[in-house]
């Protein structure tokens, strides 16, 4: 009698734990699609908390100084930042713009001659998409040699065709603009709101937590907050202090459009690695217009701003924010890079940030529980 109880015992433990593993990998599944289809709305969401954070970060350290309420703070914090940006565009802007339309037509010509000397030396480039026959100066011969150019008016279809053309390519270059100022307001707004009440989110996300895994929960949001907190200021002055000295430098140099390449080093430094590289591919070619002396030197200021950055900035200021070795950090970036484009190379090092917390703690958890 025992024994058959314990075989219809051992076959009911049996199919619980198979119908509960298959609801897990079943839920884990789902879980993986959602995140899939709906990848840049997470993402947005995602860098709306990182400004939230960034903030609630600048009006703390403004607490230190000053004793005045949370939404006083914040709202001095945005208008010294809201003042800084409009002095930077009403004062510079005209600058900023013509460095950048020139920078922009040196790149394009400067790629240009990178593809004719590879195809000079034996180089097949037919993969790279730059520089067309305008471009390189050279208008199309005629079929036929000797034949009389004959100038003939487009038809109705030619007409429509081109008209189609034009309208589609503005409705795109329109619907484009309206998504990334969209995107931006939106990144913006919920920075402000993760700002301006960060205890009431912080309340909400530990609520959706299991009552009996709060305390876990609670400590692990904290740790992720003040992890990231600390790693963005760190962050914004480290891309400061590169902007500044790449500024400078090329200024010396002598370098056309030094302000511009300045600000893109600076803001390419949000992203570790990848965006130091693109930075220096940008600064290199950007100087090659101005002879070899000039883009060698600006190769050796880049290194000598990457070793800044890599070997004093971030042991210094991020000594306590992020220890996460270089090789896992590129790895991780190549792999949200193509599996979710701009967004994953962006975004990565502060979602593995979050990552690494978590397994930390749970690393000291189970250490501490084998211990006791």
């Known amino acids: 009698m025992e024994g058959s109880e314990d075989r219809v015992r051992t076959r009911n433990d049996l199919a619980w734990a198979i119908s509960v593993g298959g609801v897990g990998i079943v839920g884990f599944a789902a879980l993986l699609a959602f995140t899939w289809y709906y990848a840049a709305a997470l993402f947005l969401i995602f860098a709306g908390v990182l400004l939230g954070v960034a903030l609630n970060a600048m009006t703390t350290l403004l607490g230190r100084v000053v004793k005045l309420p949370h939404a006083l703070r914040l709202t001095i914090v945005c208008l010294v930042l809201a003042g800084l940006l409009s002095g930077a565009v009403f004062l510079g802007g005209a600058t900023i713009a013509e460095q950048a339309t020139a920078l922009s037509d040196t790149i394009k010509s400067q790629l240009v001659g990178v593809k004719a000397f590879l195809e000079r030396h034996g180089i097949d480039t037919s993969y790279?998409?730059?520089?067309?026959?305008?471009?390189?100066?050279?208008?199309?011969?005629?079929?036929?040699?000797?034949?009389?150019?004959?100038?003939?008016?487009?038809?109705?279809?030619?007409?429509?065709?081109?008209?189609?053309?034009?309208?589609?390519?503005?409705?795109?270059?329109?619907l484009g603009t309206v998504s990334a100022v969209g995107n931006f307001f939106i990144v913006l707004f919920l920075g402000l709101a993760f700002a301006a009440q960060p205890g009431?989110?912080?309340?909400?996300?530990?609520?959706?937590?299991?009552?009996?895994?709060?305390?876990?929960?609670?400590?692990?949001?904290?740790?992720?907050?003040?992890?990231?907190?600390?790693?963005?200021?760190?962050?914004?002055?480290?891309?400061?202090?590169?902007?500044?000295?790449?500024?400078?430098?090329?200024?010396?140099?002598?370098?056309?459009?030094?302000?511009?390449l300045g600000i893109q080093a600076g803001l390419l430094a949000f992203i570790p690695t990848v965006g130091a590289l693109i930075a220096g591919l940008i600064v290199v070619l950007a100087s090659l217009a101005s002879g070899w002396v000039?883009?060698?030197?600006?190769?050796?200021?880049?290194?000598?701003?990457?070793?800044?950055?890599?070997?004093?900035?971030?042991?210094?200021?991020?000594?306590?924010?992020?220890?996460?070795?270089?090789?896992?950090?590129?790895?991780?970036?190549?792999?949200?890079?193509?599996?979710?484009?701009?967004?994953?190379?962006?975004?990565?090092?502060?979602?593995?940030?979050?990552?690494?917390?978590?397994?930390?703690?749970?690393?000291?958890?189970?250490?501490?529980?084998?211990?006791?």
């Open 128 to 174: 790279f998409d730059v520089g067309t026959s305008a471009a390189s100066g050279k208008s199309p011969a005629p079929a036929t040699p000797g034949a009389a150019t004959t100038h003939e008016l487009p038809g109705a279809g030619a007409l429509a065709s081109s008209g189609g053309a034009i309208v589609s390519q503005t409705l795109r270059l329109l």
């Open 200 to 260: 009431v989110y912080r309340k909400g996300l530990l609520y959706m937590a299991p009552a009996k895994h709060r305390d876990r929960a609670t400590v692990i949001v904290d740790r992720i907050g003040e992890t990231l907190e600390r790693w963005l200021i760190a962050q914004i002055l480290t891309m400061f202090v590169v902007f500044l000295v790449t500024w400078i430098g090329l200024a010396i140099i002598g370098i056309n459009s030094a302000f511009i």
């Open 294 to 372: 000039a883009a060698v030197s600006a190769l050796v200021l880049f290194l000598g701003v990457h070793a800044l950055e890599s070997y004093v900035l971030t042991p210094i200021l991020q000594r306590r924010a992020l220890d996460i070795p270089p090789a896992t950090l590129f790895a991780f970036q190549i792999l949200l890079g193509i599996v979710f484009g701009v967004w994953g190379i962006a975004l990565a090092l502060p979602l593995m940030a979050v990552v690494k917390v978590m397994i930390d703690y749970f690393k000291a958890d189970e250490a501490a529980a084998s211990l006791g």
